[in-house]
């Protein structure tokens, strides 16, 4: 079991910035790839980031490449996504997310899931 647990979301301003950070527990947090996915009102939850368990390579939607780092500290057991530039359209609930041998880009690819913290971007 892998216990994740998401903070740094809030209110800010287009044009802003913001670091969510993901806690992790329980199994060894080196061993697992992690990812960042995001639900808005009414919307299907969206890959956002990811990055792999072995060598740091990360992977991005396009509406957020550019904008969105996707960074791991093993040491600390701790997942980040510093996000700037932000758009409303970000606007969503930010999931943190850690798999084993799943594909980094869909839902199904994931073995353990955070609780979420909201993000919201006023224009």
């Known amino acids: 079991q892998v216990q994740l647990v998401e903070s740094g979301g809030g209110l800010v301003q287009a044009g802003g910035s913001l670091r969510l950070s993901c806690a992790a527990s329980g199994r060894t947090f080196s061993n697992y790839g992690m990812g960042w996915f995001r639900q808005a009102p009414g919307k299907e939850r969206e890959f956002v980031a990811a990055?792999?368990?072995?060598?740091?390579?990360?992977y991005y939607a396009d509406s957020v490449k550019g904008r969105f780092t996707i960074s791991r500290d093993n040491a600390r057991n701790t997942l980040y996504l510093q996000m700037n530039s932000l758009k409303p359209e970000d606007t969503a609930v930010y999931y943190c997310?850690?798999?084993?041998?799943?594909?980094?880009?869909?839902?199904?690819?994931?073995?353990?899931w955070g609780q979420g913290t909201q993000v919201t971007v006023s224009s």
């Open positions: 990055i792999s368990w072995n060598d740091g390579s990360t």
């Open positions: 997310a850690a798999r084993l041998r799943g594909y980094y880009r869909i839902i199904s690819g994931y073995d353990y």
